[in-house]
């Protein structure tokens, strides 16, 4: 038979025969006078064989060494680490699944998906009366930024502010988000720069410190993170805004936090 009638009892198309003739999986065939090739019985055995490996899932290098092995132990062992490999994808995908189950059970925020504590606090400052300010939104886009951390220090620097961002604590939040509004467009010596920052750390929760590795210059009532993260945060702010941020910083570690 030709290629054409050997690709087609085997369930495969001529470009794989060639393919496997190139890396050698299958041997070729010699050409005849005509200049083509013809393939025998044991040619489309193999070739079905392959292809039947190749549903199982096994790579062309274990076929390979599986077609070497006649007695067969090679494919056994093959088979067991692919069986083992198939173990470990389901329960991986089981624990995804698990995963998306609980995000859609207790709702995505338009910044998600976010870890449950934070998708918890959002959830909370939605339910905060009256428009919500600017500044409430820029930090909940950080808080999402630093939620996928990979730095240890800043994610348990985050799971302890959310856990204190809580009742009377967040309206002390929004107090200060408030308050960094009305300087969107003041002067660096506006006043009010000098008020804004004695309430940020009024509202910074007490059992929360800014903490070793966490960063030079820190945000709002939760900004934090590395030194490039910080310089993008006041890039963000208006100058009162960020000399208000500032002050609350300097006042901050004076106190030892």
Do not use: C
Request: hydrophobic share 45%; aromatic share 4%; proline share 5%.
């Amino acid at each position: 038979m030709r290629i054409g009638e050997l690709a087609a009892l085997a369930g495969v198309t001529t470009r794989t025969v060639r393919h496997y003739h190139h890396i050698g999986l299958l041997p070729e065939s010699a050409r005849q006078p005509n200049g083509y090739r013809v393939y025998g019985l044991r040619d489309a055995v193999r070739l079905a064989r392959i292809r039947r490996l190749t549903e199982l899932g096994l790579g062309l290098d274990e076929i390979r060494d599986v077609l070497a092995d006649d007695a067969g132990g090679e494919l056994d062992d093959v088979l067991a680490d692919l069986d083992a490999a198939l173990a470990r994808q389901e329960e991986a995908i089981r624990a995804r699944r698990a995963r998306l189950a609980e995000l859609r059970e207790r709702g995505l925020p338009p910044e998600g998906p976010v870890s449950a504590e934070l998708a918890e606090l959002f959830q909370e400052m939605a339910r905060m009366p009256g428009p919500e300010p600017a500044m409430a939104a820029k930090e909940r886009e950080l808080l999402v930024l630093l939620d996928g951390a990979e730095r240890p220090e800043v994610r348990a620097w985050l799971a302890g502010l959310t856990r204190s961002l809580r009742g009377d604590a967040l309206a002390r939040a929004y107090d200060v988000y408030a308050r960094l509004d009305q300087l969107a467009g003041a002067p660096v010596d506006d006043p009010r720069v000098g008020e804004t920052a004695r309430a940020i750390v009024a509202a910074v929760p007490p059992d929360v410190t800014w903490g070793e590795g966490v960063g030079e210059e820190e945000g709002t009532a939760g900004a934090s993170g590395g030194s490039g993260l910080a310089e993008a945060f006041f890039a963000d702010l208006a100058p009162a805004q960020a000399e208000a941020v500032r002050q609350a910083m300097r006042l901050l570690r004076k106190d030892g936090r």
